[in-house]
């Protein structure tokens, strides 16, 4: 299959912001083209796709007492997103550290609703954010965020979250922006962003010195940046899918042992999901075996969904809904959750074999928010006419994460109070 391709000269215009290097997803769209067709397909036919189904909501019973305080049975990451007119805890005029790229009513938005949605669990209420609670769970911790753009995006969101309490100072940042520092004085908090395209080492093919948007995959190699400053690290939320769906050579050591979307008849085309699964499996595998991580938790949060629809990021997909999809409508991003079923698979190996890990699994509600992305408001002036429906508008639906984090470290620490850990 033959991807359409942009001039390397607009190429370079791309800001470094956009770290998905969206010319290169290419494959990735086509793939996905189908499945958006095919949800387009459905939610153009289906009877009533917008309404929101209260069947959930209303038949449990007092659920703020049975399931508030950390019920090991309320599954957070399975219900729907419901009306909430208190909007978000932050504004993009108030949080000073929303990046342009993601600031989507600074550039033109107008249509606000997107705001007004929480997430509603089926058995159990998600607390709203609590920027002090946050703080004094992680006091005196490190926390590192290890990805791609998208996990750059998260941590974007939990800075305008907790900024509500304290503004943190920069205290390192890379001349590429890409690993970064910042600390919250009053809480000792250390939050770091680590980058990382596959969790392995990743090279990109060059010819004649320029990229060629084609990586070298080492499959026995974690990606060092990261791997090296996992000591002293107290949580980890560890991500990435993106950047699989391209054209990648598979190596174990010296040999091939297979690809990402290459057509050569010697080499098996393994798919995309095959490399992510080994790349995870290497990465969790690395945090197993690291000695100096005593007591560290590891969140890995499940595949993002992009949502592009009626074509893909250079052939005019759009993803200008205003409002969320039902649970029923999702159910054919089976794309989307394959990824994520690997990710979950790969957790269960990995905690078998010793340290602690934690599912932020995302993508069933993402998968509702096609209406949460910058779509055409990303303030990329040289990209104009192209829409982002990778990353996610501030404030807007990713916040959710954060609640999820939080409700999630609300549960190790009690874990660890009740294992004899040190709670500082
Ligand atoms: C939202 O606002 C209503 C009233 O304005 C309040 O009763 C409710 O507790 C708020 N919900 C949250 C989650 O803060
Ligand atoms: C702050 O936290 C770090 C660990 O992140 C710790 O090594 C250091 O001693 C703490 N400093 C103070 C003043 O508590
Ligand atoms: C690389 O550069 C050389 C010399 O300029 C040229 O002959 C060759 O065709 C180039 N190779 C590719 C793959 O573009
Ligand atoms: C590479 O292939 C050779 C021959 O099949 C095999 O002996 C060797 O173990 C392989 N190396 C790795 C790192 O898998
Ligand atoms: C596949 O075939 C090509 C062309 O014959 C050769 O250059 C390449 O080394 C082969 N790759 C492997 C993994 O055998
Ligand atoms: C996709 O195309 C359909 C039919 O032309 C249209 O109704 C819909 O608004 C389009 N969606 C987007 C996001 O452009
Ligand atoms: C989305 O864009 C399509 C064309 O690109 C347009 O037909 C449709 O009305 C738009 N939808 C909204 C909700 O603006
Ligand atoms: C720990 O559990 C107790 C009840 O078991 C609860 O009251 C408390 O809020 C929990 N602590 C945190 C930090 O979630």
Redesign the pocket.
Known sequence: MKSPSLSSEKLQCIKEETWINMANLSPFLLSSLAVTSIFGFFILYSPNPFKFSPKHASNQQSPLFQHQNGDENCDLFKGQWVP?M?GSLYTNLDCQTIPDSKNCFKNGRRERDFVNW?WKPQQCELA?FDPKTFLQIVRGKKMAFIGDSVARNHVESLLCLLSKEEVPRDIYKDSEDRFRTWHFPHYNFSLVILWSKFLVTGTERLINGSSTGVFDLQLDHVDPHWAEKLPGIDYAILSDAHWFFRKIYLFQGTNITGCVYCTEPNITDRGPGFALQMSFRAALHRINKCRECKGMVTFVRTFSPAHFENGTWDTGGRCNRTSPLDEDDIKLGAYELEFRRIQLEEIERARKRGKRFETLDITRAMLMRPDGHPGAYWGNKWMKGYDDCVHWCLPGPIDVWNDLLLAMLKKEANLSLDEGYLLV
């Open positions: 909430d208190n929480r709203r």
